[in-house]
């Protein structure tokens, strides 16, 4: 079973009675064990997590603080990318090269760096005297 088999199947989990867009992720962490999360939305819509942010929260419970590779998926006409905060989540825990596999259900998949989608990422150097 691949990265992308795993986001979609818990993309079935998702809680988006709000928005009506399910969105899986899944990621291989530095052990190779892999997390999990779906979108939690919520009535005070602005508290709502992510799919990403999910799976990510699910790798620090764990004891995991290393991403080396991501996978999302959604029902959508181009593959779903990370929101702005999420691609930011992933930099803390990913190397620039981290690979992130954004897919449609359709079957559309296209793959880039982290550093491709969050080019001049703000980062703990930026706080260095
Ligand atoms: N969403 C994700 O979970 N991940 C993404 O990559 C894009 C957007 C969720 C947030 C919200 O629940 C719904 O999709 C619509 O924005």
């Known amino acids: 079973m691949t990265l992308l088999d795993d986001a979609a199947r818990v993309r079935a989990n998702a809680h988006a009675p709000y928005s009506g867009f399910k969105v899986g992720a899944a990621l291989r962490a530095g052990s190779g064990q892999v997390y999990v999360g779906c979108n939690v939305e ?43 905060g999420c691609r930011q989540k992933l930099a803390e ?30 980062g703990a150097t930026h706080m260095k005297d």
Do not use: K, Q, S, W
């Open 42 to 84: 919520n009535v005070a819509y602005p508290e709502g997590t992510c799919a990403e942010a999910g799976a990510i929260a699910a790798m620090v419970a764990a004891g995991e603080t290393e991403i080396a590779e991501m996978a999302v998926i959604a029902d959508c006409p181009d593959p779903v990318t990370p929101c702005g």
């Open 93 to 122: 825990f990913g190397h620039p090269n981290l690979p992130v596999t954004m897919a449609t259900t359709r079957g559309a998949r296209i793959t880039m760096t982290l550093a491709e989608l969050l080019p001049g990422a703000f």
